[in-house]
Nanobody
Protein backbone atom coordinates (compact mmCIF):
# COMPACT_ATOMS: atom_id res chain seq x y z
CA UNK A 1 0.00 0.00 0.00
CA UNK A 2 2.99 2.31 0.48
CA UNK A 3 5.78 2.54 -2.04
CA UNK A 4 8.92 4.62 -1.73
CA UNK A 5 10.77 5.77 -4.83
CA UNK A 6 13.40 8.25 -5.93
CA UNK A 7 16.50 6.60 -4.56
CA UNK A 8 19.70 6.23 -6.50
CA UNK A 9 23.45 6.60 -6.56
CA UNK A 10 24.75 10.09 -5.83
CA UNK A 11 28.06 11.65 -4.93
CA UNK A 12 28.81 13.19 -1.56
CA UNK A 13 27.09 16.54 -1.35
CA UNK A 14 24.40 15.56 -3.80
CA UNK A 15 20.64 15.71 -3.43
CA UNK A 16 17.61 13.55 -4.05
CA UNK A 17 13.88 13.77 -3.59
CA UNK A 18 12.32 10.62 -2.22
CA UNK A 19 8.62 10.10 -2.75
CA UNK A 20 6.16 7.86 -1.01
CA UNK A 21 2.87 7.05 -2.67
CA UNK A 22 -0.05 5.09 -1.36
CA UNK A 23 -2.76 3.04 -2.93
CA UNK A 24 -5.89 1.19 -1.85
CA UNK A 25 -6.59 3.52 1.06
CA UNK A 26 -6.24 7.11 2.16
CA UNK A 27 -3.75 8.18 4.77
CA UNK A 28 -5.27 11.61 5.38
CA UNK A 29 -5.54 11.02 9.14
CA UNK A 30 -2.18 9.34 9.52
CA UNK A 31 1.18 10.73 10.41
CA UNK A 32 3.81 9.74 7.88
CA UNK A 33 7.45 9.05 8.39
CA UNK A 34 10.70 8.05 6.80
CA UNK A 35 13.05 5.47 8.25
CA UNK A 36 16.26 4.02 6.91
CA UNK A 37 18.34 0.90 7.35
CA UNK A 38 22.05 1.26 6.66
CA UNK A 39 23.95 -1.84 5.59
CA UNK A 40 24.42 -4.19 8.52
CA UNK A 41 22.55 -1.94 10.94
CA UNK A 42 19.13 -1.64 12.51
CA UNK A 43 16.40 0.43 10.94
CA UNK A 44 16.34 3.96 12.32
CA UNK A 45 14.03 6.94 12.39
CA UNK A 46 14.77 9.74 9.92
CA UNK A 47 11.82 12.14 9.82
CA UNK A 48 8.09 12.32 10.42
CA UNK A 49 5.22 14.67 9.70
CA UNK A 50 1.82 14.99 11.32
CA UNK A 51 -1.41 14.24 9.48
CA UNK A 52 -1.98 17.91 8.59
CA UNK A 53 1.66 18.74 7.95
CA UNK A 54 1.79 21.09 10.88
CA UNK A 55 4.45 19.28 12.87
CA UNK A 56 7.69 17.77 11.66
CA UNK A 57 10.41 15.86 13.48
CA UNK A 58 13.91 14.91 12.43
CA UNK A 59 16.70 12.70 13.64
CA UNK A 60 19.65 14.79 14.82
CA UNK A 61 21.85 13.30 12.12
CA UNK A 62 19.71 14.76 9.32
CA UNK A 63 18.51 18.07 10.77
CA UNK A 64 19.19 20.93 8.42
CA UNK A 65 19.83 18.59 5.49
CA UNK A 66 16.58 16.67 5.07
CA UNK A 67 13.06 18.07 4.69
CA UNK A 68 9.87 16.09 4.95
CA UNK A 69 6.67 17.41 3.41
CA UNK A 70 3.19 16.51 2.29
CA UNK A 71 1.43 17.95 -0.72
CA UNK A 72 -1.16 20.45 0.65
CA UNK A 73 -3.17 20.17 -2.55
CA UNK A 74 -3.55 16.43 -2.13
CA UNK A 75 -6.76 15.87 -0.20
CA UNK A 76 -5.92 12.24 0.41
CA UNK A 77 -2.58 13.20 1.99
CA UNK A 78 -1.28 10.05 0.39
CA UNK A 79 1.94 11.55 -0.96
CA UNK A 80 4.86 12.38 1.28
CA UNK A 81 8.27 13.54 0.23
CA UNK A 82 11.74 13.63 1.68
CA UNK A 83 14.17 16.08 0.18
CA UNK A 84 17.66 14.97 1.05
CA UNK A 85 20.47 17.46 0.60
CA UNK A 86 24.20 17.51 1.36
CA UNK A 87 24.31 13.74 1.29
CA UNK A 88 27.09 11.93 3.10
CA UNK A 89 28.34 8.36 2.69
CA UNK A 90 26.79 7.54 6.07
CA UNK A 91 23.37 8.35 4.59
CA UNK A 92 23.67 5.22 2.46
CA UNK A 93 20.71 3.03 3.35
CA UNK A 94 17.42 1.62 2.22
CA UNK A 95 14.83 4.29 2.93
CA UNK A 96 11.31 3.28 3.94
CA UNK A 97 8.16 5.31 4.32
CA UNK A 98 5.65 4.48 7.00
CA UNK A 99 2.28 5.53 8.37
CA UNK A 100 1.24 5.71 11.98
CA UNK A 101 -0.97 7.63 14.37
CA UNK A 102 1.63 9.96 15.84
CA UNK A 103 4.54 11.75 14.22
CA UNK A 104 6.06 12.40 17.64
CA UNK A 105 5.78 8.75 18.63
CA UNK A 106 7.62 7.70 15.50
CA UNK A 107 10.73 9.42 16.83
CA UNK A 108 10.74 7.06 19.80
CA UNK A 109 9.87 3.77 18.21
CA UNK A 110 6.15 4.27 18.37
CA UNK A 111 3.71 2.03 16.63
CA UNK A 112 3.81 1.90 12.85
CA UNK A 113 0.61 0.76 11.17
CA UNK A 114 1.90 0.50 7.62
CA UNK A 115 5.35 0.02 6.17
CA UNK A 116 6.21 0.67 2.58
CA UNK A 117 8.71 -1.01 0.33
CA UNK A 118 12.03 0.75 0.45
CA UNK A 119 14.19 2.61 -2.00
CA UNK A 120 17.98 2.38 -2.02
CA UNK A 121 20.08 5.49 -1.56
CA UNK A 122 23.81 5.07 -2.10
CA UNK A 123 26.20 7.96 -1.53
CA UNK A 124 29.67 7.60 -2.98
CA UNK A 125 32.65 9.35 -1.42
Amino acid sequence: QLQASGGGLVQTGGSLILSCSASERTFSTYAMGWFRQPPGKEREFVASISWNGGDTYYADSVKGRFTISRDPSDSTKNAVYLRVNSLKPEDTAVYYCAAGRSAAAMTMGGRIDYWGKGTQVTVSS
